[in-house]
């Protein structure tokens, strides 16, 4: 079946400038994690979202960094006023259901490089 | 709160040697262990996972890890390696009762002929 899908791909933009990163998850499952990878790092934790649950925000850097998810499919990261230090990989994650024990299955990502 | 240290950040075998990746912990209580690994542009794949019982875990594509409490290490092995194991590694702990995980800066493997 299909995996954990994530657009654009590749995303370059000025500092400054709003972005938004899709990511739809594996049907079914109701769990969905952002994560983010800078060059050389391992991934940090961005936020959580399970089912109609209130998210877990407790890993976004800052209030400039916002996600949506609509009932248990297509989530959007949207990170405003990009500045260079946003540069990274935006790793999205779906799981069965919440809980570390349900193996969450991750999309290829999308790069985001902010001149 | 929950750490990860994978010390080696390359290693180099030769195709066919055996392979063994560090990862040490830092967690109260019993953690939940991950290896992931991550080829170039694909998503992490998850290797194998540790949750409690027998501390010898196996996974796919013919790799194993031990999870040794006194030692606070996850380490990853592989008897032998193939040139398609090239890939960067992660290790990762989760709490039991929560649901993100944190994740190491990673060891990038490379595989010489």
């Known amino acids: 079946g299909a995996g954990v899908s994530q657009s654009p791909s590749n995303k370059v933009t000025e500092k400054g400038k709003d972005v938004e990163l899709r990511c739809d998850p594996i049907?079914?499952?109701?769990?969905l994690y952002w994560y983010r990878q800078r060059l050389g790092q391992g991934l940090e934790f961005l936020i959580y979202f399970q089912g109609n649950s209130a998210p877990d925000k407790s890993g976004l850097p800052s209030d400039r960094f916002s996600a949506e998810r609509t009932g248990e499919s297509v989530s959007t990261l949207t990170i405003q006023r990009t500045q260079q230090e946003d540069s990274a990989v935006y790793l999205c994650a779906s799981s069965f259901e919440a809980g570390t024990y349900n193996e969450q299955f991750f999309g290829p990502g999308t790069r985001l490089t902010v001149l | 709160a929950q750490s990860v240290t994978q010390p080696d950040i390359h290693i180099t075998v030769s195709e066919g040697a055996s392979l063994e990746l560090r990862c040490n912990y830092s967690?109260?209580?019993?953690?939940?262990l991950f290896w992931y690994v991550q080829s170039p542009g694909q998503g992490l794949q998850l290797l194998l996972k540790?949750?409690?019982?027998?501390?010898l875990v196996q996974g796919i594509k013919g790799f194993e890890a031990e999870f040794k409490r006194s030692q606070s290490s996850f380490n990853l092995r592989k008897p032998s390696v193939h040139w398609s194991d090239a890939a960067e590694y992660f290790c990762a702990v989760g709490a039991n009762s929560g649901y993100a995980l944190n994740f190491g800066k990673g060891t990038s493997l490379l595989v010489t002929p």
């Open positions: 540790y949750f409690s019982g027998d501390t």
């Open positions: 967690y109260g209580a019993t953690p939940y």
């Open positions: 049907s079914g499952h109701t769990a």
